[in-house]
């Protein structure tokens, strides 16, 4: 049931997944955010074994969520009941999950220890083990029941859940440095490409090294692109809908939009004081739209089109995932940012706080300023020069002669 004073549910137009295991519809055209708790449940009742992992849409569509929880429960929430209307157990790996699909009624889990199962509604758990420290697991939203998997030692590999004893595709990592040393394997994220072939797609990744790579599974092992980005491990990444871009985010709280083609970055987005944890878009005839979360708890969402920040709102847990539903038309923007040559900057130069600024600057107002006088003022005192007791020494070295 909703907690908060949930009455028109179709505003939704984000949902964020919380570390208490709170699910939080945003409205942003009236600014506000509703609390969703299954069953009888209520805030004292939620804990961090209740976080929430991941989560995804059914089948494409943005009618019921499904919710993968740290406790191995997986949810099923309803959008137009408001409300969570099914609840199984999807424990049966060790580990929190990684990743959560649901394709043609079949609900795909995987979990950090390499777990990956397929759960149809009439027939049996299908499952594989798909190596150790797995970090993510997405599925392919244009062909069924096509997962691809990656995690620390744990190179990208892409699977068919028709036929799970060989991965369809495996990545081979790439050359020996400059000093013919090996390069570590750690994919902290992944996307898939739209617009590419169904049964060979081309995959963007992230790692905790701070590459981007880019792999074509129809041309070769190898990425076709290898660059890294930034200063930090790269934590979240997602695809633009036309397939052109992608957008990435890092540990340290980084966030830019970076062209596919031509392998550069369009856009910094900042304003993020922790690492992003995750990142989804959302496009239509009339609005192109980021939106990203994290550790700092704050949801931003920006425009493409011109690059400015459409909306900030401070939800008051860490945010673990964040989606897009059926976005409607918002009159405003919470806070206009500007851009200028590719980064985000606050047009007056002022932040956010929650306290109330005016009654800082009374006080400061009332206060009486104190200057220098001529009795407050002290002396400065010379330094010596080295020259100066060096000469010092020799008159004395002579006088004693």
């Known amino acids: 049931v909703a907690w908060s004073m949930a009455r028109d549910e179709s505003s939704i137009d984000i949902w964020v997944g919380s570390n208490l295991g709170i699910l939080k519809g945003i409205s942003l055209e009236s600014k506000k955010c509703l609390n969703y708790l299954p069953g009888q449940l209520t805030l004292a009742d939620m804990d961090k074994s209740r976080e929430i992992c991941v989560m995804c849409w059914e089948d494409g569509g943005k009618d019921k969520i499904y919710v993968a929880l740290r406790s191995g429960l997986v949810q099923c929430f309803s959008c137009a009941e408001s409300r969570f209307t099914a609840e199984c157990d999807c424990s049966g790996g060790d580990g929190a999950f990684v990743g959560i699909g649901k394709h043609a009624g079949t609900l795909i ?57 060989e991965p369809v595709f495996e990545a081979k990592n790439v050359r020996n440095d400059f000093l013919d040393l090996r390069v570590p394997v750690w994919v902290t994220d992944l996307g898939f490409v739209p617009g590419t072939a169904a049964s060979q797609p081309v995959i963007a990744v992230g790692t905790g090294h701070k590459q981007l790579r880019l792999y074509d599974t129809r041309a070769q092992k190898r990425p076709v692109y290898n660059k890294e980005y930034g200063k930090s491990a790269i934590t979240a990444l997602s695809c633009s809908g036309d397939g052109r871009y992608y957008f990435i985010g890092t540990a340290m709280g980084d966030m830019a939009r970076i062209d596919l083609r031509k392998g550069e970055v369009v856009n910094r987005y900042l304003g993020f004081a922790g690492a992003v944890l995750s990142i989804d878009t959302y496009s239509d005839d009339s609005r192109h739209l980021v939106a990203g979360c994290g550790l700092d708890r704050y949801l931003r969402v920006f425009n493409l089109d011109p690059p400015t920040t459409q909306h900030q709102m401070y939800v008051k847990l860490q945010c673990n995932c964040v989606l897009f ?77």
Request: glycine fraction near 10%.
């Open 325 to 401: 539903g059926k976005t409607q038309e918002s009159a405003g923007s919470c806070d206009a940012i500007t851009c200028e040559h590719g980064s985000m900057q606050d047009a007056e130069g002022k932040g956010h706080s929650d306290g109330d600024d005016d009654e800082g600057d009374d006080v400061w107002a009332t206060m009486e300023a104190v200057g220098d006088t001529e009795s407050t003022r002290q002396p400065v005192k010379k330094r010596k020069t080295l020259a100066k007791l060096v000469s010092r020494a020799k008159l004395r070295r002579t006088k004693r002669v």
């Open 109 to 165: 889990t995987c979990t950090e220890k390499g777990c990956l199962a397929f759960w149809p509604q009439s027939e049996d758990k299908i499952g594989r083990n798909v190596g150790a420290n797995v970090a993510r697991m997405r599925a392919n939203p244009e062909s069924p029941l096509q997962v691809a998997t990656g995690g620390r030692e744990n190179d990208l590999k892409l699977w068919d859940g028709n036929n799970l004893e």
